[in-house]
Nanobody, 115 residues
Framework: QVQLVESGGDLVQPGGSLRLSCAAS????????MGWYRQAPGKQRELVAA???????SYADSVKARFTISRDNANKLVFLQMKSLKPGGTAIYYC???WGSGGYWGQGTQVTLSS
């Protein structure tokens, strides 16, 4: 079993940057594909970025070239570096871990874009 705790959410101005972190607990981490999702008010949760155990990455079209996902297997951490944040980008960001039939979510961290 994996427990995930996100951090790093904050109030930020459009055009600004933010780095989110996800700390995983549990004896196994490396095999998991780790992902970041976001859910804006009134909208469905959507995949933002993912990184596999082999460190292949994928991104939603809306964040390509602006967001970077990375992982630190030794410390069981996943990061999402976000740049050039856009107006209307307020959302709760969730960390996700998948391996085989298992899947786990964190509680989320709030990112608020100031108007």
């Amino acid at each position: 079993q994996v427990q995930l705790v996100e951090s790093g959410g904050d109030l930020v101005q459009p055009g600004g940057s933010l780095r989110l972190s996800c700390a995983a607990s549990g004896s196994i981490f490396r095999p998991y594909t780790m992902g970041w999702y976001r859910q804006a008010p009134g909208k469905q949760r959507e995949l933002v970025a993912a990184v596999t155990s082999g460190e292949s990455t994928s991104y939603a079209d809306s964040v390509k070239a602006r967001f970077t996902i990375s992982r630190d297997n030794a410390n069981k951490l996943v990061f999402l570096q976000m740049k050039s944040l856009k107006p209307g980008g307020t959302a709760i960001y969730y960390c996700d871990a998948k391996w085989g039939s298992g899947g786990y979510w964190g509680q989320g961290t709030q990112v608020t874009l100031s108007s």
